[in-house]
Structure formats: C-alpha cells, structure tokens
C-alpha cells in the first residue's frame, strides 16, 4: 500500500512577536515563553510530506526543551521534503544525549 503523501504550503509570513500572527493573543505567552514552540515530528512520529515555506519567513520561533529532537521539525522521515522557506532571529535551547 502506497503512503500518502501531505503537502503544506505557508500562506504568510509568520512573527512569533507580532501580536497580530495569532488568532487570540491569549496563545502568544504559550509560543514565546516557556518551552515555546512544540516541534513537527517526533522520532516515534516524524513528519512524513511536503512542507513548502513559498518564500515566506518565519521569525521569533523560540524552544527551550531539556530534550532531543528539537527546531521547527523535530524529525523527518525519509518522505519529508522540507523547501523555500526562511527562519530569522530563532532561540533554540535543549540537549543531545
């Protein structure tokens, strides 16, 4: 059986900072503080498609995790195609083991 394969286009750019990126401001304090942002993919669950960034820019993602498998994707498979986007002024804290 042939795996599907999800396409992901962003639409927008994305500022983690500008109140305006959210759908309610109440969510901001979730994404900037904190552990911040949760990872795509996991190594029990990676991130198997498309994700096309369409030459947007991301900026402000920030994490802070005392974990592995961490950054915007945490773990892609060998059917992820991740293309043209951009990641500016990023904050990416965790550990190897």
């Not at 795509?40 to 995790?65: A, E, H, Q, S, Y």
């Amino acid at each position: 059986m042939e795996q599907q394969v999800l396409h992901f286009i962003l639409m927008n750019d994305l500022d983690f900072a500008n109140d305006s990126d959210y759908e309610s401001i109440e969510n901001k304090a979730a994404w900037t503080t904190g552990q911040g942002w949760v990872p795509i993919g996991t190594d029990i669950n990676d991130f198997r498609g498309v994700f096309d960034g369409n030459t947007k820019v991301i900026t402000g993602l920030m994490i802070n995790k005392d974990t592995k498998y961490i950054g915007l994707f945490g773990y892609t498979g060998e059917l992820a195609e991740l293309k043209d986007g951009c990641l500016l002024g990023v904050s990416i804290t965790g550990t190897q083991h």
